[in-house]
């Protein structure tokens, strides 16, 4: 077994390693993810309990006022004795008509656009969380490609040292090969501190302490999630439900600052017993009815109706800016869907099959010493990295689908994919011709305006290290 043979040898197994620690470990899914946030989220609780303390003061808002009983004393003389009459009183106040219906209504409506607000934060949660469940597992792939490629890096450092004693190879290969190692390290200490606190967001999702493990996230695509969804009805959005109700509300409360000019009523009953048979008073009672006057018009009930009339228009306004913004979003959602779903097809059908005769060709190319060692990295890594983006790609399918489902008037918008893939140009090649031939071009294009590199290829580092060997590569 050459050197070469040994080092892809100990990649694969490294590999095998690792896949089969992650067998191992219990997998979140997105849909039991979901479940713990709906289950254990505070604000999803804080906020249904809100919609039902409301919905518990809307009997109230209708009942009538508690009656007023006294009982005492009257007519004691100041000269002292035992001569005097007791008095009982009973009063009720009853609101002129239909006040108490419109009470009632407006706290119906005040509780109804409640729940709709919980719902609303219900969708926005499931967004977030959503986001937050594949940022976490874009990161963690993104972890794992950094891994095979650290591995790569050092297996081609001991194929160097190997050739290097043998003169086949120069020195300051073995010094790129540890810089490019040190990158990657670097660029590994970002990802698992970006790791902690994605880590700590999902926590907080589902409320539990922020170091709390969380066990390796499981995702699984197919072509049928290409499918476009439709477009959910806007009829059945909570948003505008919430705003449907403020505008029922306000008209409740319009017709109850109407009804304020009506005075309300004061039912009184009176009983009176003398405290000795001596006194030559019997007893007897009385009823009484009263009502309120509002001499005060101009100062109270005016201003109220107008305040009433005013809201009402504010919250027909806002209905009508929700349902805009919803048409509008509607729309964003969608093409954001068509978008990514142009993307993913791009890199499955033209980005990806084209990289990877571009990296078999880069194989051939250095162990027929056409290029460098470096230059065959920059291959791979451009290789490993669109593997990375095709994924990004397909989880902002994931992220435009739950967009159009949970549709929001502004809502949390993440885009993982790039603008454009990372590409190579053969000119990074000046050693060979990638294989020679229509084997691929030079660039991927990506239509109008997004064709070129967005990698800058590295110089290449002599003609020694073209002899370098590092095996059967990727």
């Given at each position: 077994m050459n050197a070469r043979q040994f080092i892809h040898l100990m990649f694969l197994m490294g590999s095998t390693f690792i896949y089969a620690d992650k067998l191992c470990a219990k997998p979140l899914t997105l849909e039991s993810f979901l479940s713990q946030v709906r289950s254990g989220n505070p604000d999803l609780q804080s906020s249904k309990l809100r919609a039902e303390a409301l919905e518990q003061r809307i009997d109230p808002a209708g009942a009538l006022d508690d009656p007023f009983v006294a009982a005492g004393v009257d007519d004691v003389p100041f000269r002292g004795g035992?001569?005097?009459?007791?008095?009982?009183?009973?009063?009720?106040?009853?609101?002129?008509?239909?006040?108490?219906?419109?009470?009632?209504?407006i706290a119906e409506h005040r509780a109804l656009s409640a729940h709709s607000d919980a719902e609303t934060v219900a969708r926005e949660v499931t967004v977030l969380a959503t986001q937050a469940f594949y940022r976490t597992y874009y990161n963690a792939k993104a972890l794992e490609l950094n891994d095979k490629l650290k591995q790569l890096?050092?297996?081609?450092?001991?194929?160097i040292k190997i050739h290097y004693k043998t003169g086949e190879a120069n020195h300051h290969d073995v010094l790129l090969a540890k810089v490019e190692a040190s990158i990657l390290d670097v660029e590994k200490l970002r990802l698992l501190r970006d790791q902690k606190i994605l880590h700590a967001l999902l926590n907080e999702l589902r409320s539990l302490p922020p170091t709390t493990p969380v066990d390796d996230l499981r995702i699984q695509f197919s072509d049928n999630n290409l499918q476009e969804p439709e477009v959910p009805d806007l009829k059945n959005q909570p948003e505008l439900?919430?705003?449907?109700?403020?505008?029922?509300?306000?008209?409740?409360?319009?017709?109850?600052?109407?009804?304020?000019?009506?005075p309300d009523f004061v039912i009184q009953g009176m009983a009176l017993q003398p405290n000795s048979s001596n006194m030559d008073i019997p007893s007897s009672w009385g009823l009484m009815v009263g009502v309120n006057v509002p001499l005060y018009v101009e100062q109270k009930q005016a201003p109220l109706e107008n305040a009433a009339i005013i809201d009402k228009k504010a919250a027909v306004l806002e209905e009508q800016k929700i349902k805009n913004r919803l048409n509008t979003e509607a729309i964003d959602a969608k093409k954001q869907f068509e978008t990514a779903r142009d993307v993913v097809s791009l890199y499955k059908t033209k980005v990806l099959p084209s990289t990877q005769l571009a990296a078999k060709s880069a194989k051939i190319d250095y162990i027929a010493n056409k290029i460098s060692l470096i230059q065959y990295f920059e291959v791979l890594k451009v290789q490993r990295t669109q593997e990375l983006e095709?994924?990004?790609?397909?989880?902002?399918?994931?992220?435009?689908?739950?967009?159009?489902?949970?549709?929001?008037?502004?809502?949390p918008i993440l885009k993982l994919a790039p603008t454009k893939p990372s590409l190579f140009e053969t000119s990074s090649m000046r050693g060979g011709s990638m294989g020679g031939g229509d084997t691929v071009s030079s660039t991927v294009t990506m239509g109008r305006d997004m064709s070129g590199p967005t990698r800058k290829p590295k110089s290449p580092s002599g003609g020694g290290s073209r002899n370098a060997g590092m095996g059967g590569g990727m």
């Open positions: 035992s001569d005097y009459i007791r008095r009982y009183q009973v009063s009720q106040s009853i609101p002129f008509p239909g006040k108490r219906a419109a009470r009632e209504a890096v050092l297996s081609s450092v001991e194929s439900k919430a705003l449907e109700y403020n505008v029922m509300q306000a008209e409740k409360e319009q017709r109850l600052a109407e009804l304020a000019y009506f095709y994924l990004a790609a397909q989880i902002d399918v994931e992220l435009a689908k739950i967009r159009i489902k949970e549709l929001l008037t502004a809502p």
